[in-house]
C-alpha cells in the first residue's frame, strides 16, 4: 500500500481530485447567496425596513416626547438601510474566492495541528 496512486480512483473521485476540482470551479452562486455578509445585509434591511416604515407611519407627539424630540424609529431605520448597503457593496466589490492550489499547499505544509 505504499504505492504512489493511494488515494486516486481511476474514476477520477478520489480524495486528490476533489481538491484539484475545488479550486479550478468558481464559487458557486449557493456559496455566494449563504455567504455571512449577505445574510447580515438582509436581516439589517428588513430591520431597517421595519423601523423606516414605523418612523414613518406610526410617531405621535407621545414617541417624541420620550425620545426628546427626535424620531428614532426613522433614524435608526435609515442607518440600518445604510449599513445594509454597505455589507451589499462589499458582497459586490470582493466575492469569495476559493483558495488556491499554493494557498492550499502552504496550509498543509504548516506546523499546526489540522483544522487549525
Not at 455571512?36 to 423601523?51: C, D, N, Q, S
Not at 424620531?71 to 438601510?81: A, E, P, V, Y
Request: proline share 8%; hydrophobic share 45%.
Amino acid at each position: 500500500m505504499t504505492d504512489s496512486s493511494e488515494g486516486h480512483n481511476p474514476a477520477g473521485t478520489g480524495p486528490a481530485d476533489a481538491m484539484q476540482t475545488g479550486t479550478d470551479a468558481p464559487p458557486s452562486a449557493a456559496a455566494n447567496l449563504f455567504d455571512l455578509r449577505t445574510i447580515i445585509a438582509l436581516l439589517f434591511l428588513v430591520y431597517g425596513l421595519v423601523l423606516l416604515i414605523m418612523g414613518l407611519v406610526s410617531t405621535d407627539a407621545a414617541d417624541l416626547a420620550k425620545t426628546g424630540g427626535s424620531n428614532i424609529n426613522l433614524d435608526m431605520g435609515i442607518g440600518m438601510l445604510v449599513v445594509s448597503l454597505l455589507f451589499g457593496l462589499w458582497v459586490v466589490l470582493r466575492p469569495l474566492k476559493p483558495p488556491t492550489a499554493e494557498q492550499l499547499a502552504e496550509a498543509a505544509s504548516d506546523d499546526r495541528p489540522p483544522g487549525h
